[in-house]
């Protein structure tokens, strides 16, 4: 079992910056892909962002790419998402996920693994 927990969300202001974290507990984190999902009000969950268990392969989203970093520390149990040059668009719930295939994560917004619960993003124009 993983359990994820996110934080870091919160209000920024258009072109902001916010970074977000997603802790997890269990000794087999490393052996997961990792990935960032967001949804926004009235909108499905999308994929955000992807990241393999050893950190060297990254995937995102095209609404993402160039502005958002993903990054993990396997010895932290640490997953990060760091966004600049927001927009009011990115505005949603941000979730992290855990699953054990890394071309599954990035080609889906459902059934991963392992969820966490999480955490708001509030772009303001």
């Known amino acids: 079992q993983v359990q994820l927990v996110e934080s870091g969300g919160g209000l920024v202001q258009a072109g902001g910056s916010l970074r977000l974290s997603c802790a997890a507990s269990?000794?087999?984190?490393?052996?997961?892909?990792m990935g960032w999902f967001r949804q926004a009000p009235g909108k499905e969950r999308e994929f955000v962002a992807g990241?393999?268990?050893?950190?060297?392969?990254?995937y995102y989203s095209n609404s993402v790419k160039g502005r958002f970093t993903i990054s993990r520390d396997n010895a932290k149990n640490t997953m990060y998402l760091q966004m600049n040059s927001l927009k009011p668009e990115d505005t949603a719930v941000y979730y992290c996920?855990?699953?054990?295939?890394?071309?599954?994560?990035?080609?889906?917004?459902?059934?991963?693994?392992?969820w966490g619960k999480g955490t708001l993003v509030t772009v303001s124009s």
């Open positions: 996920a855990a699953d054990g295939d890394f071309s599954r994560l990035v080609q889906r917004a459902y059934g991963m693994d392992f």
């Open positions: 269990g000794r087999t984190f490393s052996s997961y892909a």
């Open positions: 990241i393999n268990w050893r950190g060297n392969t990254k």
